[in-house]
T-cell receptor, first 112, second 112 residues
Framework: GAGVSQSPSNKVTEKGKDVELRCDPISGHTALYWYRQSLGQGLEFLIYFQGNSAPDKSGLPSDRFSAERTGGSVSTLTIQRTQQEDSAVYLC??????????FGQGTRLTVV | RKEVEQDPGPFNVPEGATVAFNCTYSNSASQSFFWYRQDCRKEPKLLMSVYSSGNEDGRFTAQLNRASQYISLLIRDSKLSDSATYLCVVILTTDSWGKLQFGAGTQVVVTP
């Protein structure tokens, strides 16, 4: 597609439930990133995929968070046993060059 | 101490005026710098890279001061459409591509 696509755009879930967030990067972009942004806060790095290399998972806040990227394209971020502090906007970005992130519009997750 | 710090603002600027603000970074190993713009409830978008010698893009001027470890953004002849949050982004030499360090942003409000 023309840009990074994320789905769903909004998700409300009950505490303790699992959620899956999807990201379709720009076609041909080898690098894919997940960030999250809490209200009034900066972006927090979560995980990064680059080609066939092992992902950099160092930003994942707990073992409830995991992500995979199938076929070098679509990525899914999974949050298990959601907690209220997981409420945030989850942003996916892709790039070809360092620094030149193209962000999707994000998934606004609300845990109630 | 945060890796990247910004004055949250808001900077209230009359239309047509000039506004400038800084971003400080704590790690001298920082190698690349960018400014992103984020409109309310939208995804961040790359505004401009910051080069060692300083650079301009239309009404926007970015500067880097390695000795004092800060970058700056200056907006001339402010337009109402410049109202946004400006995010400072730093990449460390010791980090992978994924770990862009984002500041929490400086809010600029241009008033008629």
């Amino acid at each position: 597609g023309a840009g990074v696509s994320q789905s769903p755009s909004n998700k409300v879930t009950e505490k303790g439930k699992d959620v899956e967030l999807r990201c379709d990067p720009i076609s041909g972009h080898t690098a894919l990133y997940w960030y999250r942004q809490s209200l009034g806060q900066g972006l927090e790095f979560l995980i990064y995929f680059q080609g066939n290399s092992a992902p950099d998972k160092s930003g994942l806040p707990s073992d409830r968070f995991s992500a995979e990227r199938t076929g070098g394209s679509v990525s899914t971020l999974t949050i298990q046993r959601t907690q209220q502090e997981d409420s945030a906007v989850y942003l996916c970005a892709s790039s070809l060059k360092i620094g030149l992130r193209f962000f999707g519009q994000g998934t606004r997750l609300t845990v109630v | 101490r945060k890796e990247v710090e910004q004055d949250p603002g808001p900077f209230n600027v009359p239309e047509g005026a000039t506004v400038a603000f800084n971003c400080t970074y704590s790690n001298s190993a920082s190698q690349s710098f960018f400014w992103y713009r984020q409109d309310c409830r939208k995804e961040p978008k790359l505004l401009m890279s910051v080069y060692s010698s300083g650079n301009e893009d239309g009404r926007f001027t970015a500067q880097l001061n390695r000795a004092s470890q800060y970058i700056s953004l200056l907006i001339r002849d402010s337009k109402l459409s410049d109202s946004a949050t400006y995010l400072c982004v730093v990449i460390l030499t010791t980090d992978s591509w994924g770990k862009l360090q984002f500041g929490a942003g400086t809010q600029v409000v241009v008033t008629p």
